[in-house]
């Protein structure tokens, strides 16, 4: 009798621990997913940091924990958005009307907040940079897409005027400020997308027929690797 009520209190025991239990493992895998994603962001932030040439190791932590801090405050405000927009979805069976009207309303609450930090942002970063270096950091958060596009419409199109070529580059530079702030990577990408159909449009208004141009660049490509295999 003695050996089956220990048992029956292990039992009970074990029971009224186990809710306890959970908890301190769902806290304990919070805590360590918060401290990864701060890992992460950091370390994003310091290798756009290392791109910089900052001599001075004060300045380089001021510039990667500002980077670090926008990557935290952006995400905080896709989290609350999507959030919103999640809560206003599950609403459309009942009120298709409210739940267009909320969705609306909260991607226009979060395209506020981020353009207000957006600008809070920069005029953190041009206190510690030089502007060729704050490009230099618009670069990094955005994959380097704008460098790397803007010299792809340049060898596909030799013949570009400097107009042509000046309206491609505010097309995107436009591009990379909005990407700057989406929230993962495909996001940032269409946007960039989003940006080089209105190039597209404004080089084919201007007579170019960028099929063509696209088989043509495609070609010298494959002909200059052909001659340096040779």
Same mark, same amino acid.
């Given at each position: 009798?003695?050996?089956?009520?220990?048992?029956?209190?292990?039992?009970?025991?074990?029971?009224?621990?186990?809710?306890?239990?959970?908890?301190?493992?769902d806290?304990?895998?919070?805590?360590?997913?918060?401290?990864n994603?701060?890992?992460?962001?950091?370390?994003?932030?310091?290798?756009?940091?290392?791109?910089?040439?900052?001599?001075?190791?004060?300045?380089?932590?001021r510039?990667?924990?500002?980077?670090?801090?926008q990557?935290?405050?952006?995400n905080?405000?896709?989290?609350?958005?999507?959030?919103?927009?999640?809560?206003?979805?599950?609403i @459309?069976?009942? =009120?298709?009307?409210?739940?267009?009207?909320?969705?609306? !309303?909260?991607? +226009?609450? %979060?395209?506020?907040?981020?353009?207000?930090?957006?600008?809070?942002?920069?005029k953190?970063?041009?206190?510690?940079l030089?502007?060729?270096?704050?490009?230099m950091?618009?670069?990094g958060?955005?994959y380097?897409?704008?460098?790397?596009?803007?010299?792809?419409?340049?060898?596909?199109l030799?013949?570009?005027?400097?107009?042509?070529?000046?309206?491609?580059?505010?097309?995107?530079?436009?591009?990379?400020?909005?990407?700057?702030?989406?929230?993962?990577?495909?996001?940032?990408?269409?946007?960039?997308g989003?940006?080089?159909?209105?190039?597209?449009?404004?080089?084919?208004? @201007?007579?170019? =027929?960028?099929?063509k141009?696209?088989?043509?660049?495609? !070609?010298?490509? +494959?002909? %200059?690797?052909?001659?340096?295999?040779?």
């Amino acid at each position: 009798m003695e050996r089956i009520g220990r048992k029956m209190m292990v039992l009970v025991m074990l029971i009224i621990s186990t809710p306890t239990m959970l908890w301190a493992q769902d806290v304990q895998t919070k805590e360590q997913k918060d401290a990864n994603y701060v890992k992460m962001i950091t370390d994003r932030a310091a290798k756009i940091v290392a791109t910089l040439g900052l001599t001075n190791a004060d300045a380089s932590i001021r510039v990667r924990d500002i980077i670090s801090q926008q990557y935290s405050d952006l995400n905080q405000i896709h989290e609350a958005k999507n959030l919103k927009l999640k809560v206003a979805k599950e609403i @459309a069976k009942d =009120d298709k009307v409210k739940s267009e009207a909320d969705i609306k !309303q909260a991607e +226009a609450e %979060a395209n506020v907040a981020m353009d207000k930090l957006h600008g809070e942002y920069l005029k953190k970063l041009s206190k510690e940079l030089s502007a060729s270096q704050v490009e230099m950091v618009k670069d990094g958060m955005t994959y380097k897409v704008l460098p790397i596009t803007y010299k792809g419409y340049q060898e596909m199109l030799p013949n570009l005027t400097n107009e042509q070529k000046t309206q491609i580059l505010a097309y995107l530079t436009e591009a990379r400020e909005h990407a700057m702030d989406a929230e993962s990577s495909e996001k940032k990408h269409a946007w960039f997308g989003k940006y080089k159909g209105r190039i597209n449009n404004y080089l084919s208004a @201007a007579g170019i =027929d960028m099929k063509k141009a696209g088989l043509e660049w495609e !070609q010298r490509i +494959a002909a %200059a690797k052909a001659s340096k295999q040779n």
